[in-house]
């Protein structure tokens, strides 16, 4: 089946810093989602992108949808404490509506 | 986008017993689904809650351990049978919606431990 491959698996940054993370995946998929799962609660959609080279932003993240469509990243301006959390990206499975899940990337921040 | 409650938000529950957990969305929803996430994983779709008909199980996942209803279009229960400590997890539904109704919406999901 189509799997997601998300690195870092873990980033510990410092106050201020920016932040970016990456997904790629050997098939291609037509839509690309980040999530923001806290402590206690389930994922939170960030941004959702739905063209090849479409460049998103929500506040101080930003998204691309990869040229090649096998690929998107994520940046965060600018971290704050609040932005703490496992960072996800998923994508629809084999076109259906139903979601493969990257492994999630851990962001720490030190104050 | 809309609003997903489940209960109970997390429960302790012993080897063998059965689980049911409620999801309820304020809105009706044509497709419904349920992840589990295991301790430190990402999220594994488990089945599609089909409304009016049986559930359809993604490989690894079978109806005798985890029976799914949709009574109507805003409500569903996942039962996690014959608990083991394996089981031992977080239960997420989710419901379909946004551009091209691609976007999936979570509720605050179930922690699950079983002793």
């Known amino acids: 089946g189509q799997q997601l491959n998300q690195s870092p698996q873990s980033m510990f940054i410092q106050e201020g810093e920016d932040v970016s993370m990456n997904c790629t995946s050997s098939?291609?998929?037509?839509?690309w989602l980040w999530y923001k799962q806290e402590p206690g609660e389930g994922p939170v959609l960030l941004i959702a992108?739905?063209?090849?080279?479409e460049l998103t932003s929500n506040g101080r993240l930003t998204a691309q949808f990869g040229i090649t469509r096998k690929d998107s990243f994520l940046n965060i301006s600018a971290s704050i404490p609040s932005d703490v959390g496992i960072y996800f990206c998923a994508g629809p499975s084999q076109g259906a509506q139903k979601l493969v899940f990257g492994q999630g990337t851990r962001l720490t921040i030190n104050p | 986008s809309a609003v997903i409650s489940q209960k109970p938000s997390r429960d302790i529950c012993q080897r063998g017993t059965s689980l049911t957990i409620q999801c309820q969305v304020d809105?009706?929803?044509?497709?419904m689904f349920w992840y589990r996430q295991q301790p430190g994983q990402s999220l594994t779709l488990i089945a599609t809650a089909n409304q009016g008909s049986e559930a359809t199980y993604e490989s690894g996942f079978v109806i005798d351990k985890f029976p799914i209803s949709r009574p109507n279009l805003t409500f569903s229960t996942l039962t996690v049978s014959n608990m083991s400590p394996e089981d031992s997890s977080i239960y997420l539904c989710?419901?379909?919606?946004?551009?091209?109704?691609?976007?999936?919406?979570f509720g605050p999901g179930t922690r699950l431990t079983v002793l």
């Open positions: 809105s009706q929803v044509t497709m």
């Open positions: 989710s419901v379909v919606g946004g551009q091209g109704m691609n976007e999936q919406f």
């Open positions: 992108l739905y063209k090849a080279g």
């Open positions: 098939s291609i998929f037509n839509t």
